[in-house]
Structure formats: structure tokens, C-alpha cells
């Protein structure tokens, strides 16, 4: 299974962890050696891969918290940069 796929099931990889900066207000994203500054969309994204979700159940989400449709490409786009990153896995 990959990114691509609705059903799959994204997590954030356990090298890696999600952390508001409160001083600059900010997310971030922890990873060995690296600090990532996320945007708002990207950070709410990784909030919801914690492997209870599938991509499809990701998007409804998302689009639901954004009042926004079609979101389903560019979630998928940013899954497979984060995949690629190793930011999160996929089962």
C-alpha cells in the first residue's frame, strides 16, 4: 500500500514528533538532527497521521476543518513528500 491509496493508513514515523513553539508560534516538526517549520495545512496534516485514520478519512477531515473541497490531491501530493522524507509510514 502507498499514499496514493484511500485507504491507506499514514502515521507520523516515530523518529519524528510534532511540537508547538509557543515563543514564535509556530509548528514544528522534531526529527534526529533536523527542526521542520510547517505551515498551517502541513502541520494539520501531520497532526492527523497517527494510524488511525486512512488518506480518505484524512481529507474528509481536513476539508471539514479548512471549509474547504477537493482536497484530496494535495493531501496525497504532501503524503508522498512526507513519506519520502520519512516523516511518516504507511500500512
Do not use: Y
Request: aromatic share 4%; with cysteine.
Amino acid at each position: 500500500m502507498d499514499e496514493t491509496d484511500l485507504t491507506a493508513i499514514p502515521k507520523l514515523a516515530t523518529k519524528a514528533m510534532l511540537k508547538h513553539d509557543n515563543v514564535r508560534d509556530v509548528e514544528l516538526l522534531l526529527l534526529p538532527e533536523r527542526v521542520v517549520l510547517l505551515n498551517k495545512s502541513g502541520a494539520a496534516i501531520l497532526g492527523l497521521c497517527d494510524g488511525s485514520r486512512t488518506v480518505r478519512q484524512l481529507v474528509v477531515q481536513l476539508e471539514e476543518d479548512f471549509d474547504a473541497a477537493d482536497l484530496g490531491n494535495d493531501v496525497m501530493t504532501f503524503l508522498q513528500d512526507a513519506r519520502g522524507r520519512g516523516w511518516v509510514v504507511v500500512t
